[in-house]
């Protein structure tokens, strides 16, 4: 969802260790100045979309909008870099409202794990053999067993990485909806996975984890050997990223299902 726009004056900047986004923020710093992250109208981020999530996570509870710029390789969810007129550029900006996914895994000792994906939370097997699941959404069961390479919940902003990759649908960035889709699935194979409501509640479970160990993933952090995955949005959390108003998420997305 759009959110109305403001003055932008104060910036911090925040960088990659990649050295064209380093040599980008002191430059940067120099013309616009540093201010405090707490005390900034809107966080640049300078680097890639790991950048960009890795920014989203050190500033969950803040709420500060942040204006990606591409100087890294993967660059989905940043703008063009362009160093004239940032703050007019970031004040006349498009916010997109973003809910993470919280993720609560229990590991084969018994032990609770808790993570926010921004992305996606996935399953993977964890040796050579395939994993075996069965999925409940709200309570329900609706795969006694999946035999694949795992399994992931992905939200919109996160529908067009690993999700797609694995063949999932692209979402709207506005739509609430989240996507489950198989990585590898061998039975049944004909199983492309299911478009959900986001207030969907989603548990897998592994089946046979001795003999298939499965590990859990949230974004970038890893819990291995798990039994059960809890996965649901989590609307509590909003975070705030800014695109130009000529290439938008929404645009983006819509793009991305025109690739041919």
């Not at 109208?41 to 500033?59: E, P, R, S, Y």
């Not at 990759?165 to 489950?180: D, E, F, K, R, W």
Request: some cysteine; glycine content about 6%.
């Amino acid at each position: 969802m759009a959110e109305d726009r403001k003055t932008i004056e104060k910036l911090a900047f925040v960088a990659s260790d990649h050295p064209d986004a380093l040599a980008a923020r002191e430059r940067l710093v120099k013309r616009y100045g540093d201010a405090p992250v707490d005390g900034a109208d809107a966080i640049v981020a300078l680097g890639g979309d790991g950048l960009m999530l890795q920014t989203l996570h050190n500033h969950l509870a803040n709420g500060t909008p942040i204006y990606g710029m591409h100087r890294g390789s993967v660059g989905f969810l940043m703008n063009e870099y362009n160093e004239d007129d940032l703050p007019e550029r970031i004040s006349d900006a498009n916010i997109s409202v973003i809910h993470p996914l919280r993720m609560s895994a229990r590991s084969a000792g018994g032990e609770r794990h808790e993570a926010l994906a921004i992305n996606e939370v996935s399953l993977f097997r964890a040796s050579y053999q395939a994993a075996k699941l069965s999925i409940s959404v709200d309570g329900k069961r609706r795969m006694d067993e999946l035999i694949c390479d795992g399994v992931l919940v992905a939200t919109p902003a996160g529908s067009t990485a690993y999700n797609l990759s694995a063949h999932g649908p692209i979402i709207p960035i506005n739509a609430q909806l989240l996507a489950l889709t198989p990585i590898s699935p061998f039975r049944p194979r004909r199983w492309r996975g299911a478009l959900l409501s986001n207030e969907a509640r989603v548990k897998v479970e592994v089946l046979e984890p001795d003999k298939r160990p499965v590990n859990a993933v949230a974004d970038h952090k890893e819990f291995r050997s798990v039994t059960e995955v809890e996965i649901s949005e989590d609307s509590s959390i909003r975070l705030h990223m800014m695109f130009d108003s000529d290439h938008n998420l929404d645009e983006r997305i819509l793009a991305e299902q025109f690739v041919y």
